[in-house]
């Protein structure tokens, strides 16, 4: 006979419900949110300063020549960031709570035909690569016009060809499942940014045409600064007292566009003054650049 001692079992505590919570709700929903969040943010930021480029490329100077390198962009961009980053956090809250509203409203059916999905390796697959080929459509219209059909099947083809059987097969492990949404988040974050690109570009071609920047180029440290050119020395008005816009200064030299020209030059810093200082001047209706320009060509 065994005593009774030795038929004791010792059994380990169950979890309570703040760690059942915490291991499974919480932190598996941040863990979420940040291998999707993270690789945006990052893609978006790098093809960010080739957006930058773009937009100095329009008044024929790059961002190096008007003195705009990743740290001065970085700084110009702080102010942007916090306030993207506090609309996205509540933002962030709202789906959450969105789901989770729907999941009680439908008693569980939403949650159960998600884990469902979520089973069909190629039906994930499937919708990933089809999304993946589709961010690729502010690339692609960047470097040529296409049609919405036209892309449509370009987004379509690629996501067959390119990304359907990786991402099956990446399906098959945990580190495979989490390898393919930081790549389908990075493409997201690469995607937002060519079209981000195609924004700016236009931006700037309404800068050079108009002399007013939008707030789209503002929001990414472009300055829409104009000011009176005067001699350092004797403290006269240049150029007739016209408006510059000051795109920027490098190496005691500073980068001005002629609005009224629609010519892009160069001044020392030593022989120029810079008065009557504005920022975000306000044109009458119908304003256009190119004045000067129009009556020496005719």
Known sequence: MHSPSTLTEVREPLPTAPEQEDGGG????????GAVVVPVGVALYAVLYLGIEQVYWVFGVNPQQAGIDQ????????????????????AIGVLVGLGW???K????????????????????????????GATYW?????????????????????????????FRLLRRKRVGRA???????????????????????KGAIEVQETGQANDLLGYVGFQDQ???????????PLYDGRWMML???????????????????????STTNLGNLQLDPDREPGFRCGTLAEETTG
């Open 26 to 33: 919480v932190l598996t929903v941040l863990e979420r949110i």
């Open 138 to 166: 502010g690339l692609f219209n960047l470097v040529a016009d296409l049609t919405l059909g036209l892309m449509v099947a370009v987004a379509v083809g690629l996501g067959v060809l390119a990304f359907l059987v990786p």
């Open 179 to 201: 390898g393919m949404t930081v790549l389908v988040a990075a493409l997201t974050g690469l995607g937002l940014g060519f079209v981000l690109i195609l924004s700016l570009v």
């Open 71 to 90: 740290s001065v962009l970085l700084g110009r961009l702080m102010g942007t960031l916090i306030l993207l980053l506090l609309a996205l956090i509540p």
């Open 105 to 132: 409203v439908t008693r569980g059916a939403a949650g159960r035909l998600l884990r469902r999905l979520r089973e069909r390796p190629w039906i994930v697959a499937a919708l990933a690569a089809l999304w993946s």
């Open 101 to 103: 509203l729907i999941d």
């Open 247 to 269: 795109l920027g200064e490098k190496e005691n030299t500073y980068v001005f566009y002629d609005c009224d020209k629609q010519e892009t030059f160069r001044r020392s810093m």
């Open 226 to 236: 104009w000011a009176v050119l005067r001699d350092a020395a004797t403290d006269k």
